[in-house]
């Protein structure tokens, strides 16, 4: 939604700070020790993103904070996958972990679709007729199929590096598309 209200590369550079907010999260949840060497690191990473962010023509303080709260809850649930799977007493392997944690996304999911269509129709959730959905079955199938596929590789990924580490994969992964993007 907050790309209604800011330009995609304003969002891009928003998101890339989220490895600041992981690496609190993750300090505070045990997960990360304090080093100075990581925490220069991640100031001029910070300095980075505010010196893009500065020079925004179009800027919305509502799409900002949606950006950012949006941001937060990516890092949160991060955080929490991290520690179900890293922390401290019972640890989880990466498929329990996506069988205990989709579920909770789905039903979030659900809360907003019911709201939409019972509360107030809120205008951004767009949904398909149960004939479009009968059309696009194959389509829907593959596309549940890439996204189970995906959280067990996130699951994987955080059972054996740090979230740290999966945020500035994010990152790099965004550089090569925003560098890709420009060709």
Not at 32 to 49: C, G
Not at 76 to 83: E, H, R, S, Y
Request: charged share 10%; net charge negative; hydrophobic share 60%.
């Amino acid at each position: 939604m907050a790309y209604k209200y800011c330009t995609v590369a304003f969002l891009q550079m928003v998101k890339e700070g989220n490895i600041i907010s992981i690496y609190v999260m993750a300090y505070f949840a045990g997960l990360e020790k304090f080093t100075i060497t990581q925490v220069s690191i991640l100031l001029v990473m910070l300095f980075a993103v505010w010196s893009c962010v500065e020079g925004e023509l179009n800027f919305s303080c509502f799409g900002f904070i949606l950006q950012v709260s949006a941001s937060l809850c990516e890092t949160a649930k991060t955080i929490f996958q991290a520690l179900v799977l890293n922390g401290n007493g019972q640890k989880l392997d990466p498929l329990s972990t996506v069988l205990v944690v989709m579920p909770m996304s789905g039903l979030l999911l659900v809360g907003v679709l019911l709201f939409n269509n019972l509360v107030v129709d809120v205008g951004f959730v767009l949904q398909p007729s149960l004939q479009e959905i009968w059309d696009w079955r194959f389509f829907l199938a593959l596309n549940i199929l890439n996204a189970f596929g995906l959280n067990v590789a996130i699951a994987v990924f955080l059972k054996y590096l740090s979230a740290v580490i999966y945020i500035l994969i994010g990152n790099l992964k965004d550089i090569v598309v925003v560098c890709m993007s420009a060709w």
